[in-house]
């Protein structure tokens, strides 16, 4: 054979690659020419070797298995790559010294004798060889030729076995036999010929198989008690353990390697199914116990695994079970799980029927206080214009109120709210009528319409119909009372108003040169002309800001006074002290006095003074309530004013809508001291321009 092209070389990782001298190609995989029979065998299959750390391993690329022994699908290939492999050394051997070709060697041992599992030589006998077969005379042509199909196969067959042809041997080697015998033609086509070849190996393979299994079949009763007989063979031993612990033992060793590996293997297959029966039915049984034990601890839906695991394995019955204690933790766990489960479920629909519970109680409470309330709108105890605070002492002792406190949803307050908001709607859109109705005959209501007039007037407009007498009083009330309200604030605003314009002149009077030695008539001619003395019309109010001018202006010269006097007394003090202190001074301090007296006087104190009496000038007006502001935006206040007043008279008779927030505001239950604030506030005149 002439050296190989392929070279075997390795990259800097350590990986094998083969370059090709002449072609300069380069391959991972071992070149065909390269491999051994059985490596070009092994590729044939669905096996790959590989190597790790020099030791070799197998890998089913259809599987995905791994092993680190060769296979037995792969150790059957080999042997037979081996045999196959000597029988070519031989028969070349044999072609070189001129002699014939040897026959392969039968692959299966020669038909045995029967044996009994109760003989003790049942082994021996069974693999005693056997004296050589006779060899069958040739097969011979029939006189007249074969009158059947099945006749000429049978011959063809026939020829085959007096040439030893079995399994092994191809078609080619076969023809190169027989070709020369007369039965060779006893079937006329060549295909009839192939496929009488290839029904004749089948027949051989399925007979050794069928002698194999046999043979199996009558050694399994002798192993399988050899194996129970042994405490060592268990459920994963291998035939390593069992040549291991069988060394020595004639049944054992006279049996053929193949043979006890698949009745071992068996042996340990049907073991490994007990066990895992057995393990599954206790297994099964001791969840079972668990199950019924965890229900008898006091076990809740808040308890803890950990917890719950101590109370298990503390109980009497965990420990009086043998089987119990060798359960593991997950199952343990398991069970627990389980049981969680089922207690949540219980707690969820527990707690789901006391939430319906309570609120269909809720529910039931609302719709009575519902009634409740309807009744007292039936009594006319209450009306659009009710006060909670009124309503309370008739309602805090009945049990329908009583009832609703607490519970989910809205509140007595709430419900309340929602009924005297319905009258109030309900009564303007009963004012609205009647306003749309009076307005036809030009009639308005005022604030002093009493309600027979009102009345009167109703049933002259034909709407006594429409709404009953309960509503029309409501009615009338509700105007009334709107247009009292209006017209108070109305008097309110203007007051402030004037306040606001007497403030405005005492501040404009700065600007003139009025003395305090001056009277009001003597004043006149000086203000006269300013802007906020025309904006006043009463002569009173221009009197009152004029006798606050002055006021003021006596009380900051008293204030300058007594700091000019608390000055100088300080001064003085300081200065007897200094003399006291210092007599040899030479009197240097009472001259620096005299001079920080004359700063003083030429106007450094003064500035002093002028910026201390402006500041108290402008902390008194802000303690007044007033700002110089003011005066910039006393025309935008008379605007509005004016604006105010033009609503005001616009909406005389008329239904003002308030929101529904301002409603609650007015109509809830606050405390009466906060009420009263309120009302002080506006008494104050504090009430927000634009408040109606």
């Known amino acids: 054979m002439p050296d190989s092209l392929w070279s075997e070389y390795k990259n800097a990782e350590g990986r094998t690659y083969w370059s090709n001298s ?10 065909d020419e390269l491999r051994t029979p059985f490596e070009r065998a092994l590729a044939k299959t669905d096996w790959k070797q590989y190597t790790s750390k020099d030791r070799p391993y197998y890998v089913n690329s259809y599987t995905k298995e791994t092993k680190w022994d060769l296979p037995d699908e792969l150790v059957n290939l080999k042997r037979k790559v081996d045999r196959e492999e000597a029988y070519q050394e031989e028969r070349e051997t044999r072609r070189r010294k001129g002699l014939p070709s040897p026959t392969p060697p039968p692959r299966t041992p020669s038909p045995t004798r029967s044996i009994s599992p109760s003989n003790d030589n049942a082994m021996v006998s069974y693999t005693a060889p056997l004296p050589p077969r006779a060899k069958t005379p040739p097969p011979r042509w029939p006189v007249g030729g074969f009158l059947k199909y099945e006749d000429a196969e049978s011959a063809f067959m026939k020829l085959l076995a007096f040439f030893d042809i079995d399994e092994t041997i191809t078609w080619e080697d076969t023809l190169r036999k027989i070709i020369t015998h007369e039965l060779y033609k006893s079937l006329e086509t060549l295909a009839e010929k192939k496929d009488a070849f290839a029904k004749y190996q089948r027949k051989i393979v399925d007979d050794r198989l069928a002698a194999k299994a046999e043979r199996v079949e009558k050694l399994r009763p002798a192993l399988l008690a050899l194996f129970a007989s042994n405490r060592e063979i268990k459920s994963w031993s291998t035939a390593k353990t069992a040549n291991r612990v069988f060394r020595g033992n004639r049944m054992w060793e006279s049996a053929k390697e193949d043979e006890r590996e698949a009745i071992l293997d068996g042996y340990t297959r049907d073991m490994r199914l007990k066990e895992e029966t057995e393990a599954r039915d206790t297994r099964t049984r001791n969840l079972e116990s668990l199950n019924a034990l965890i229900r008898t601890l006091e076990i809740t839906v808040s308890t803890r695994w950990r917890q719950a695991h101590d109370l298990v394995v503390s109980s ?33 629909e527990e707690s789901r029927k006391f939430r319906i519970s309570k609120v269909r109680e809720a529910r039931k409470a609302r719709d009575g206080f519902k009634e409740l309330l309807s009744e007292l709108r039936d009594k006319g105890e209450m009306t659009g214009r009710s006060k909670w605070m009124d309503l309370y002492p008739r309602i805090r002792d009945d049990e329908r109120y009583l009832a609703l406190l607490g519970k989910t949803g809205s509140n007595p307050l709430e419900l309340w709210m929602d009924a005297v908001d319905d009258l109030e709607e309900e009564t303007e859109r009963a004012a609205e009528k009647i306003n749309k109705g009076l307005a036809g005959i030009e009639k308005k209501v005022e604030a002093e319409t009493s309600w027979e007039e009102f009345e009167a007037w109703v049933k002259e407009a034909h709407l006594e119909t429409m709404i009953d007498v309960k509503l029309r009083k409501e009615v009338h009330a509700m105007i009334t009372a709107k247009l009292k309200q209006a017209a108070a604030d109305e008097i309110r605003r203007a007051e402030r108003k004037r306040r606001h314009r007497i403030d405005d002149l005492r501040y404009a009077l700065k600007t003139t040169k009025i003395t305090v030695e001056m009277s009001y008539e003597d004043a006149v001619p000086l203000m006269k002309d300013l802007p906020e003395y025309t904006d006043i019309d009463a002569e009173e109010d221009r009197r009152a800001a004029f006798d606050k001018y002055i006021r003021r202006m006596k009380e900051k ?59 108290r000038e402008y902390s008194g007006r802000r303690g007044d309530g007033y700002g110089d502001e003011r005066r910039s935006s006393g025309l935008e206040r008379e605007k509005s004013g004016r604006r105010d007043s033009r609503g ?43 408040e109606i």
């Open 316 to 348: 009497s019955a965990f420990k009086a079970d043998a089987d119990l204690e060798k359960v593991d933790t997950v199952d343990i766990l398991d069970v627990y799980d389980n049981y969680a489960r089922e207690l949540e479920k219980e707690h969820e």
């Open 22 to 31: 002449k072609t300069k190609q380069s391959v991972w995989e071992k070149p």
């Open 648 to 690: 005001l008279g616009e909406g005389r008779g008329s239904i003002e809508v308030d929101d529904r927030e301002s409603k609650r505001r007015r109509m809830s239950s606050v405390p009466h001291s906060a009420n009263g604030a309120g009302d002080t506030e506006k008494e104050a005149g504090e009430v927000e321009e634009g």
């Open 557 to 615: 010269i008293q204030d300058a006074a007594e700091a000019e006097a608390s000055t100088s007394t300080k001064r003085e003090s300081r200065r007897r002290d200094v003399d006291e202190d210092d007599p040899m001074d030479g009197g240097r301090s009472k001259e620096k006095d005299r001079k920080k007296d004359k700063y003083r006087d030429e106007g450094g104190d003064g500035e002093r003074r002028k910026d201390k009496e402006s500041g």
